[in-house]
């Protein structure tokens, strides 16, 4: 029992610094306080913050530099999701470098549960615009986004997408200024061997799945999107 609650501990304690980090308490190169100083804060010994700290060190978050101590390297951006949600408008940091970059974009027929996320009957013929991609903060992937749109509201989506870098510029040059988030339900996973890849993190690290719909004014969808996000670069905040 010890060792499982120790094993919990040095989790609680790399998920503490880790929201201290994103708050800014524990800025992009400073650096944490001393083993010893953790291990007084947190009432435990020194071995649990080691791990808690390697950890840390895995997922990119900080760095440690012989005779120098443990610095910090990265800072997780929080992500709004609301009723209007956009990449590149909701997360924060807005001076940084944010980029898309397209692995796929394909027209097909919308698979059975795509008929039914986009709330169309069966003999209905619901032909979309997939995009399959990386985005991207200071050059660093930070989530992983497959995208639908139906061809019938948005015929040029995937030219618009592939000039502008953007879906929701790319859906306003297609004449859709506007459209609002009508779900989005999140889900704990961990990536596989291609997400991994795409992400430049380990297999079986921590993702987090976001399944949206997005609607326009008049009810019909606009968008059925998936994203994977990475635990240890994106915070999101539910509105």
């Not at 919990?8 to 610094?17: C, K, P, V």
């Not at 610095?71 to 609301?82: A, D, E, K, N, W």
């Not at 919308?110 to 039914?116: F, I, K, N, Q």
């Not at 009810?219 to 539910?238: A, H, K, M, N, P």
């Amino acid at each position: 029992m010890t060792g499982f609650r120790m094993a919990f501990r040095w989790q609680q304690i790399a998920d503490t610094i880790t929201s201290m980090i994103a708050n800014g308490s524990y800025p992009r190169g400073s650096r944490l306080p001393t083993e010893a100083a953790l291990a007084d804060s947190f009432g435990v010994n020194r071995h649990t913050v080691r791990r808690a700290v390697a950890a840390l060190r895995d997922t990119g978050l900080v760095q440690p530099r012989q005779g120098a101590g443990v610095f910090v390297t990265g800072q997780p951006r929080t992500y709004r999701l609301g009723t209007r949600t956009r990449f590149s408008q909701n997360i924060d940091g807005r001076g940084s470098q944010m980029t898309m970059t397209l692995l796929s974009l394909i027209n097909r027929r919308a698979s059975a549960s795509e008929y039914d996320r986009f709330e169309v009957d069966r003999p209905k013929t619901l032909q979309v615009t997939v995009a399959f991609g990386i985005r991207s903060l200071e050059q660093e992937p930070v989530s992983l986004f497959y995208s639908r749109i139906p061809t019938a509201i948005a015929p040029e989506f995937g030219a618009a997408l592939d000039e502008h870098g953007s879906i929701t510029r790319a859906l306003r040059a297609c004449g859709i200024p506007d459209y609002i988030r009508k779900s989005t339900s999140l889900m704990a996973v961990v990536a596989d061997a291609a997400q991994a890849r795409h992400l430049h993190c380990q297999p079986g690290d921590p993702l987090l799945r976001s399944d949206s719909v997005d609607a326009l004014a008049d009810g019909r969808i606009v968008e059925v999107g998936t994203s994977w996000f990475r635990g240890d670069s994106i915070r999101l905040l539910v509105d």
